[in-house]
């Protein structure tokens, strides 16, 4: 029954939604199909606008390797551990030379035996420099079962954490951290609304996955844009995944691709996707609802 309202309250927002904000959502539309169609691999697209809830997709229930994409999950399971109390975020942690693993920028520059860590931090360079290392630390201290529980009562059933980070015989073997699009937009979406952590922790939360990184969503974001999101790289592959803080009209952004020819390309991309998607939020937050934008700084011309 619930679920059931939700989806007429859905309905309704999407029925309100101006007939021309409409249609600046289908040229958004026939962006993203020309970018795929361009690009000599697969996409997949999901977009949410956390305002009204309408949504666009492309392919967005195919299942993609996600790389590093994954860390959202084994952050959100840390939070959420931290939560009900079984840890603290500021639990100490002896960095130990059999964690250290390639693509480990920091982890590999410290101490083992002697540096201590708090779990946060942890986390802070599980998603700033990617620090495949400390992702694998976060994994055995929360458990992968405990991860994929978290997503499971969520309903995301193709959203899996299956091996640590440059587990190669793992990944040989098929065993390969996944999801789709539309899952990994869900769990963010549940993640913003409130639906996993109390208010401080989702607040935290989004803080630390905003930290800034190399990252294609906000590459070419005016400055100060606010984007809480995770890319995620592997031959063939990329991906990038999170919220976008438009003031007044937050919206998430899940681009995966597979099967790349170029890996180049695939960032291109996911970056002229993102670039396209940020301009219509920030025109429909700016403008009035006949279609007049306006700046702060133009706030004075007639």
Request: aromatic share 6%; proline share 3%; hydrophobic share 40%.
């Amino acid at each position: 029954m619930k679920f059931f309202i939700f989806l007429l309250l859905l309905g309704t927002s999407l029925a309100q939604t101006p007939a021309k904000q409409q249609l600046l959502w289908q040229k958004l539309d026939t962006t993203i199909h020309d970018t795929d169609r361009n690009l000599d691999g697969v996409m997949g697209v999901a977009v949410q606008d956390l305002t009204s809830g309408q949504t666009l997709f492309l392919q967005p229930d195919e299942v993609f390797a996600q790389a590093s994409t994954i860390k959202i999950a084994v952050l959100a399971e840390l939070y959420h551990q931290a939560q009900q109390g079984k840890l603290k975020l500021t639990d100490l942690y002896t960095v130990q030379k059999s964690d250290l693993v390639q693509d480990s920028d920091i982890m590999n520059g410290l101490t083992p035996g002697v540096t201590r860590i708090t779990l946060r931090d942890l986390g802070t360079m599980m998603v700033a420099v990617s620090d495949n290392s400390a992702a694998n630390v976060l994994i055995d201290h929360v458990g992968m079962e405990n991860v994929n529980a978290l997503l499971n009562s969520l309903g995301l059933t193709h959203t899996r954490l299956r091996r640590k980070m440059m587990d190669l015989k793992a990944a040989s073997e098929g065993r390969e951290n996944i999801s789709t699009p539309r899952e990994m937009m869900t769990l963010l979406d549940q993640l913003y609304r409130g639906k996993v952590l109390d208010q401080e922790l989702t607040n935290d939360f989004f803080s630390m996955l905003s930290t800034h990184k190399d990252s294609w969503i906000p590459r070419d974001f005016p400055e100060g844009v606010k984007a809480a999101n995770k890319p995620g790289s592997l031959e063939g592959v990329r991906n990038d995944c999170g919220v976008i803080f438009v003031e007044n009209r937050p919206y998430i952004l899940c681009v995966m691709t597979a099967y790349l020819r170029n890996e180049r390309d695939g960032e291109e991309a996911i970056s002229k996707i993102s670039l396209a998607t940020y301009r219509m939020f920030d025109r429909i937050a700016r403008a009035s609802e006949y279609g007049r934008v306006i700046s702060p700084a133009n706030s004075s011309k007639p």
